[in-house]
């Protein structure tokens, strides 16, 4: 989580959430992080060394060993694209957003893991119009129609696809990947998962 600072950093059980407008210095908002939602997980001690701020993700790339199985990476209010201007000045918008993953992506793409089998996904949580996207869709498309890039060794340079995926299809991907159940839309009846149409370099 890019600006979060502290690990685990997360609001006290029923206090207010201060963490999330924009400030200089400080562009993190706890809405962007699911993971500091859910009790078990801020209560473990394992939240501490997993949950943590993007700078931290340099050093897990040197080597398959170091490389997390999961890697959740969501940039700061100016990156992800949301605000626009930034608090700081800089431009935001999608200028901003494309700027952060021209320099942050090639040394995901670099990495040994990721050569050796990863999978980056790279997605906007919601359009930018108030609209939903198709209906008929376990879980619905209430954020709107967005994009989604699959890049990975198992994925051919170039591939389209139409099948209609959202973001509890992303999540069955990779509960499926991960071979654990599938949870809530996730796993609801008709809920498409990555498949050949995706995976197909090999």
Known sequence: MEDMGAPCQH?????????????VGDQYATRHNPFVYFEEITSSPDCQKNVVDYTHFAND???????????????????????????????????????WLQQQIPAILDSPAFKQDGVLVITFD??????????????????????????????KGGTT?????NHYSLLAS?????????????????QNSFGPDVFNAR
């Open 126 to 155: 919601e359009a930018d119009s108030k609209t939903s996207g198709p209906s008929g869709v376990p879980g619905g498309t209430a954020g709107g129609r967005v994009g989604a890039l699959v890049i990975s060794p198992f994925t």
């Open 174 to 190: 990779i509960e499926d990947i991960s071979s654990v159940p599938r949870l809530g839309y996730a796993g609801a009846a008709g």
């Open 161 to 165: 696809s139409d099948r209609m995926y």
């Open 11 to 23: 609001p006290e059980l029923d206090s207010r959430d201060d963490r999330q407008r924009a400030k």
């Open 61 to 99: 790339l040197k080597s398959p060993d170091t490389t997390p199985n999961l890697s959740y990476i969501t940039p700061n209010l100016c990156n992800d694209g949301h605000d626009s201007p930034c608090v700081d000045g800089g431009p935001g918008g999608l200028e901003s957003a494309d700027s």
